[in-house]
C-alpha cells in the first residue's frame, strides 16, 4: 500500500470517527429534547462550527502522526510530488464528493419546500450531505490508487 | 471506466536499459513510482508530454515505447 493510499485510508477513518462522535452528540440533544424551540438552531450552528474546527485540526494530526510512522517505518520521506495521475485521481474523487453532496443538498431543499422538517433539521441534513460527500470522495479516491487510476 | 488502449513496451525497454527500476524510471520522469506502474499495466494512458518524457528517457522515439490498439 503506498502513502498515499495509507493517507486517504487514514482520513477516511478520522472522518468517520469524528463524525460519528458529532452524530452520537447531536441525538444525545435531540433524545433530551434540546432540539425544539427557538435555541435549536443556534444549537445546531454551534455544534456544526465545533465539528468543522475538530475535523480540520483532526485531519492535520492524523496526517502528521502518519508521515512520522510512515517516515520511522520506511526510512523514507514521503512524497510531495503530485504528479499528473495524483491530480486526475484528486478531481475525479471531488466529482464523486460534489455529486453525492448535491443529492443530500437537493433532498434538503425539497423537505424545506414542503415544510415537513424543522428548518434546523434541514440544517443537520446538509451536514450530514457533506460528510457523506467527503466520504464517498475518499472511498472513491481509495478505489482510483488501488486499481491504478 | 473507458479501456485503457495504449499499450507499451516500458517493462521491456526497463531491462534493455541496465534494468532501471520502476523508481528510477519515475525519478528521471518526474512522477510516482505507482503513476508507472499504472503506465506500465496499461491501467493509466499517460499524458503527451509524459509519454514524451519516457521515450527521451530510453532514447527511442514515442511509437516504440507507445502504441495505440485501433478498433478492429
Known amino acids: ?149 | 471506466m473507458a479501456k485503457c488502449r495504449i499499450r507499451n513496451n516500458i517493462r521491456k525497454l526497463r531491462f534493455e536499459h541496465d534494468e532501471i527500476t520502476q523508481k528510477q524510471l519515475a525519478e528521471q520522469v518526474g512522477v510516482t513510482r505507482q503513476t508507472i506502474v499504472a503506465i506500465e499495466n496499461a491501467k493509466y494512458s499517460p499524458s503527451l508530454e509524459l509519454a514524451f518524457l519516457i521515450a527521451n528517457a530510453f532514447d527511442r522515439p514515442l511509437q516504440e515505447v507507445f502504441s495505440f490498439e485501433a478498433d478492429s
Open chain 1, 1 to 149: 500500500m503506498s502513502y498515499q493510499e495509507k493517507s486517504v485510508v487514514a482520513s477516511l477513518a478520522s472522518a468517520l470517527i469524528v463524525f460519528a462522535f458529532y452524530a452520537l452528540y447531536v441525538f444525545g440533544m435531540h433524545q433530551e429534547g434540546r432540539l425544539v424551540g427557538p435555541e435549536a438552531s443556534s444549537l445546531v450552528g454551534k455544534s456544526s462550527f465545533v465539528l468543522m474546527v475538530t475535523t480540520i485540526a483532526v485531519t492535520v494530526v492524523v496526517q502528521v502522526v502518519l508521515s512520522v510512522i510512515h517516515t520511522a517505518v520506511t526510512r523514507e520521506t514521503e512524497t510531495i510530488l503530485t504528479d499528473e495521475r495524483e491530480q486526475l485521481i484528486a478531481l475525479k474523487s471531488m466529482q464523486v464528493s460534489s455529486t453525492t453532496f448535491s443529492f443530500g443538498f437537493l433532498a434538503a431543499m425539497g423537505i424545506l419546500a414542503i415544510e415537513i422538517w424543522e428548518p434546523h433539521m434541514v440544517f443537520l441534513l446538509i451536514i450530514t450531505s457533506m460528510f457523506m460527500g467527503m466520504i464517498a470522495g475518499y472511498i472513491a479516491k481509495l478505489i482510483l490508487y488501488r486499481r491504478g487510476y
